[in-house]
Every structure is written in C-alpha cells, then in structure tokens.
Nanobody
C-alpha cells in the first residue's frame, strides 16, 4: 500500500501565497508521476499541475502563478501558489502514479487539504 499525506492548506487573502506539500510512503519502487488536482464545491475535480519525467503540465488557469516541484529522494511533491485568487478556493488533492514493490503501477490519492482564498 501507498499513502499520500498533504499539508500546507489554509486561509489566505487574495494576492497571497501558499505552499502545499505531499509526501508518499509505503510500498514504493518508483514514482512515475506526482501532482495536484483540486475540487471546488459543485465542480468536478480538475488537474492543477503534474510532474513526470522531468517535465510539468499546468492548468491554463494557474500558469504563471503556480509552480510544481519534486524531491525524488523524499518522494515528495510541492505546489507553490502565488497571486492566489478567490476562484482558487478548493480542496487540493495530491495524486501519484506509483510503481509498487510488486511492480504493479497504480494511482493513489491523498485525502485533500483545503485552500480558502478570501478577504
């Protein structure tokens, strides 16, 4: 089994910054991809940013404001969020594609961390 634990959410004013962290642990052989999704009330879960093979992909709505980074030694992924807007308010979920110690490739999700952007 693999667990993803997020941290770093909270309340921030518009224009402010937050940094989300996610650490993966468990039966990990290698991590194929790690990233972040978010889900606002009454909306579908959407991709925010994902990192795989040294490259990153971002949602158009966060390009230029959010930056994803990885620490492969720690099995961690981070999301630096700057110039936050009220529409960024959502539960942010860590996501990982993991090749386990049994060599199976599986998707895993964290439990989510709430980001609220409000004055």
């Amino acid at each position: 089994q693999v667990q993803l634990v997020e941290s770093g959410g909270g309340l921030v004013q518009p224009g402010g910054s937050l940094r989300l962290s996610c650490v993966a642990s468990g039966s990990i052989f290698s991590i194929v991809a790690m990233g972040w999704y978010r889900q606002a009330p009454e909306n579908q879960r959407e991709l925010v940013a994902i990192s795989s093979g040294g490259s990153a992909k971002y949602a158009d709505s966060v390009k230029g404001r959010f930056t994803i980074s990885r620490d492969n030694a720690k099995n961690a992924v981070y999301l630096q969020m700057n110039s936050l807007k009220p529409e960024d308010t959502a539960v942010y979920y860590c996501y990982a594609v993991v090749r386990t110690t049994t060599r199976a490739t599986m998707d895993y999700w964290g439990k989510g961390t709430l980001v609220t952007v409000s004055s």
